[in-house]
């Protein structure tokens, strides 16, 4: 499969009518919850527009100055701050606005990668094969049109043979990280980055630092074994999708569930057993 720009078919990735992993993720919850979330866009949060910034400055640091705007602290609570604040902005409304503070944090978590020995030569190798934020658009054997925008891919001899996904949070830990590939499906997310780039070797390897001080990075690898079990998921969700994409019904939870009142509930609220 050959990666796309976006100027020879779309002009931006994320309104491009297909299926990111992004977007099917949420029909693990339901499929009334993809809908929803389908049909009504959120603004990015915080935690996002750092996301944002920290994969710019390790992964395209030439696009920084270009695509973001640095705001010295302004009380914009004052006529005269949010007249200073709308002569920043002035002018710049195709940049996104990031406060001086901001920016100092996400320099500091890209500094703090680029010192981690093992992270650095990943993102290195990325930087020379020129493969950061690449863009797959594909249509697979159930006829759904998907896409996907990967962080960056290693290659060898035969091709593609890991992708390097960057990710920012709140506490890199092993403990702590593990948790969040199962809550944020990292897992699922490098199985659909496999399908679109289609590597010699089923590996991916994550990239985690954390958002505050001391700025600590672990990397979380996913073999062959660890990306096919993750692959079952996609697949059951895909075919989820493609069953209510044919039948034009995205129910809630129709089905009934019984409930058991858990022992430590009678002993918490004084009933002996």
């Given at each position: ?26 029909i ?5 919850n ?24 390790v ?22 701050g ?85 990710k920012?949070t ?96 009678l ?7």
């Amino acid at each position: 499969m050959v990666p796309m720009t976006p100027d020879q078919e779309y002009l931006d990735y994320y309104r491009v009518p297909r299926l990111s992993h992004s977007q099917l993720k949420e029909i693990r919850h339901s499929p009334a919850n993809f809908r929803w979330k389908l049909d009504n866009t959120e603004p990015s949060s915080p935690a996002m527009n750092l996301g944002s910034l920290v994969h710019a400055m390790v992964l395209e640091p030439h696009t920084v100055e270009s695509r973001w705007l640095v705001i010295p602290k302004i009380d914009r609570r004052t006529k005269a701050g949010r007249e200073q604040y709308e002569s920043y902005i002035s002018g710049n409304s195709s940049k996104y606005v990031v406060m001086e503070h901001e920016y100092e944090v996400a320099r500091a978590m890209t500094d703090a990668v680029m010192e981690h020995p093992l992270a650095a030569s990943l993102v290195k190798e990325v930087h020379v094969y020129g493969t950061a934020e690449q863009e797959f658009y594909w249509t697979d054997d159930r006829g759904i049109e998907r896409k996907a925008k990967v962080d960056g891919i290693i290659h060898g001899h035969a091709g593609p043979e890991m992708i390097v996904d960057l990710k920012t949070t709140s506490d890199a830990s092993p403990d702590a990280f593990k948790r969040s590939i199962a809550k944020y499906c990292y897992g699922t997310q490098m199985a659909y980055y496999c399908e679109a780039v289609r590597p010699a070797q089923k590996r991916a390897t994550i990239i985690a630092v954390s958002s505050s001080p001391p700025f600590t990075v672990g990397l979380y690898r996913f073999g062959e074994e660890a990306i096919d079990r993750a692959q079952l998921v996609v697949d059951r969700w895909l075919d989820l999708y493609a069953e209510c994409t044919s039948t034009g019904r995205w129910p809630g939870y129709w089905d009934a569930v019984d409930v058991q009142i858990p022992d430590w509930f009678l002993t918490s609220n004084g009933v002996d057993q």
